[in-house]
């Protein structure tokens, strides 16, 4: 492995995020990595000569571009980028406010874009460089009751590394975006999940799917998040990264259930689908 990569991690101070971080720096990495506040990286990292903790708000551009600068003053370089942060939304789509909606898509789809935005001349110049954008297996497969809102911006993030990974390909830059599954981290826990303010008691689907995953999933997760920090290295190694990677089993399990069901409707419905052209 090339030892002298330089990662930018967002959204590092917990879960799969701190997972990496913790593993590329254990491995020689060098790892500028951005939360809301530095003292929360310092906590769960400490301090090292390879490890730069920045305090950044995703959704402002320059809190990010000043992040981003600040990075390649320090390190002189930047090769692979993580947008990890984000957090989870929970309640039906009638329940959630529009600013509970646009929060949720201001940290975890435009906080992703205004990365790429500031990291791409960099990569343009150098011809190189890896994105990888930390969806769900929710980017995917969408029949959650309750999850809608944070489905949606997870699917926003497959749509526009998909764009992306044509957009930068003539400069030799690659775009991954990543649908892990359940992994045993923090996720479901009070602060990295949001509830609606207004709950409404005719949804009895959408308060199941949010008790079972309270009291069922929280704490049994297969996923190991020490195992994917290993896998993220790994792509970020490999010289033809893939554009689509689903990990853990359970998401490469949905992932051919939601395949199956598209090439059902597919066939049942050919002659209709057909029918519409001149």
């Not at 769960?44 to 920045?54: K, Q, R, S």
């Not at 297969?222 to 990264?241: H, M, R, T, V, Y």
Request: net charge negative; aromatic share 10%; glycine share 10%.
């Amino acid at each position: 492995m090339d030892t002298q990569k330089v990662w930018l991690v967002t959204g590092a101070s917990k879960g799969l995020g701190l997972s990496l971080v913790k593993t590329l720096l254990n491995k020689g990495y060098k790892v500028a990595a951005t939360s809301r506040t530095v003292e929360s990286l310092e906590k769960e990292v400490g301090i090292t000569a390879n490890f730069l903790p920045l305090e950044v708000n995703l959704a402002d551009e320059k809190s990010v571009a000043n992040a981003i600068a600040e990075t390649l003053e320090t390190f002189g370089a930047i090769d692979v980028v993580v947008n990890n942060a984000g957090y989870g939304q929970w309640g039906t789509l009638e329940e959630l406010s529009d600013s509970e909606i646009r929060r949720n898509f201001d940290v975890n789809v435009f906080g992703a874009l205004n990365t790429i935005r500031s990291v791409m001349p960099h990569f343009r110049g150098r011809k190189s460089g890896h994105i990888i954008n930390i969806a769900s297996i929710g980017g995917f497969v969408g029949t959650f009751s309750g999850f809608g809102a944070y489905f949606a911006t997870k699917f926003a993030m497959v749509g526009f590394t998909e764009a992306l990974s044509a957009e930068v390909k003539e400069f030799g830059i690659h775009a991954t975006v990543v649908y892990p599954g359940y992994f045993r981290t923090n996720f479901l826990d009070e602060g990295s999940i949001r509830f609606s303010e207004n709950s409404i008691d005719a949804y009895t689907s959408a308060r199941n799917t949010e008790q079972w995953h309270n009291t069922e999933m929280n704490g049994k997760q297969i996923g190991d998040p020490d195992k994917a920090a290993i896998a993220f290295i790994q792509l970020a190694e490999s010289k033809n990264p893939p554009l689509h990677f689903f990990m853990g089993s359970d998401a490469f399990g949905m992932a051919h259930g939601k395949i199956e069901v598209l090439q059902n409707e597919l066939a049942a419905n050919e002659s209709l689908s057909k029918s519409t052209d001149f």
